[in-house]
């Protein structure tokens, strides 16, 4: 079985590359947040400014938890979920976790003009975007087992340098026929 859970802070391309990497290993793939939108029946922006940081997150670990126990996957998770630390170990013991690293300066490139993501609806987005990265940087750094600069390279050959890493590995997952 295999199970490749991506994390990374908002727009370093989680979901971009998961999708890639699921339809070149023949994988089911499913990003959390749109998992979480279809539940909610709205979008995270408007559920979050609603009812909260923490109604938020604990409807995002339910997500987490289930979303984990699927079986061969890839799985692209929201910016936040490493905040908790029950979503923590859950992804380090169902899957290969791999962080996709990207500096606030290269994520306010590519995250200007995104009107989408709660987090960043401030009057000062780069700097809440440094905010996120010393907060998070260590939680992701804590949960991978591999990292990648997300921004050095085409999503294409960021998605076979993982491949390549994730054949050199051998990680058991629960259930593994290689374990």
């Known amino acids: 079985m295999e199970r490749v859970i991506l994390v990374g802070l908002p727009g370093s391309g989680k979901s971009t590359i998961g999708r890639q990497?699921?339809?070149?290993?023949?994988?089911?793939?499913?990003?959390?947040?749109?998992?979480?939108?279809?539940?909610?029946?709205?979008?995270?922006?408007?559920?979050?400014?609603?009812?909260?940081?923490?109604?938020?997150?604990?409807?995002?670990?339910r997500v987490i938890d289930e979303l984990t126990m699927q079986g061969s996957c890839v799985l692209a998770t929201g910016g936040g979920a490493v905040l908790r630390s029950e979503n923590r170990q859950r992804m380090r013991e169902r899957g290969v976790v791999v962080y996709l690293r990207a500096s606030p300066e290269q994520l306010m490139r590519r995250l200007r003009n995104d009107t989408k993501r709660p987090l960043l609806q401030v009057a000062d987005p780069m700097a809440r975007l440094q905010d996120?990265?010393?907060e998070r940087e260590p939680l992701y750094k804590e949960v991978a087992d591999f990292t990648f600069d997300a921004c050095g390279s085409s999503p294409a050959l960021l998605v076979s340098r993982v491949m390549m890493q994730l054949d050199l590995t051998c990680k058991s997952l629960p259930g593994s026929e290689t374990g």
């Open 21 to 61: 990497l699921a339809r070149r290993r023949e994988l089911p793939f499913f990003d959390s947040d749109q998992v979480i939108e279809s539940r909610l029946g709205e979008t995270i922006r408007a559920f979050f400014a609603r009812e909260g940081e923490k109604t938020f997150r604990d409807f995002e670990e």
């Open 132 to 134: 996120l990265y010393e």
